[in-house]
């Protein structure tokens, strides 16, 4: 059985830094694709950032590239999400998703697992 349990959210000021962890269990994730996504208050849920588990190849929405980055360690088996530069419109609750393709994606139809989710609070 597929866990993904998120941890790291919390409030932060404009401008400070956070790392979001996703912490996978229950098989092997060597042709997964791992992703972010963030539910804001009275928003859809939208794409972060995935990475392709076997190569450690990303992709980013136009939102946060150049401020978050998307990592793994496969001996850990987690992936995080280095978020720096944070704005009070990146307040969300984030989530972490694995879908069963080798390659990178942002829709959330092609992620098969979800964890919880963590709240990510940016005062202004």
């Known amino acids: 059985q597929v866990q993904l349990v998120e941890s790291g959210g919390r409030l932060v000021q404009a401008g400070g830094s956070l790392r979001l962890s996703c912490a996978a269990s229950?098989?092997?994730?060597?042709?997964?694709?791992m992703g972010w996504f963030r539910r804001a208050p009275g928003k859809e849920r939208e794409f972060v950032a995935a990475?392709?588990?076997?190569?450690?190849?990303?992709y980013y929405a136009d939102s946060v590239k150049g401020r978050f980055t998307i990592s793994r360690d496969n001996a850990k088996n987690t992936v995080y999400l280095q978020m720096n530069s944070l704005k009070p419109e990146d307040t969300a609750v984030y989530y972490c998703a694995a879908g069963r393709l080798p390659y990178l994606t942002s829709m959330d139809s092609n992620y098969n697992y979800w964890g919880q989710g963590t709240q990510v609070t940016v005062s202004s």
């Open positions: 990475i392709t588990w076997s190569l450690g190849t990303t």
């Open positions: 229950g098989r092997t994730f060597s042709s997964y694709v």
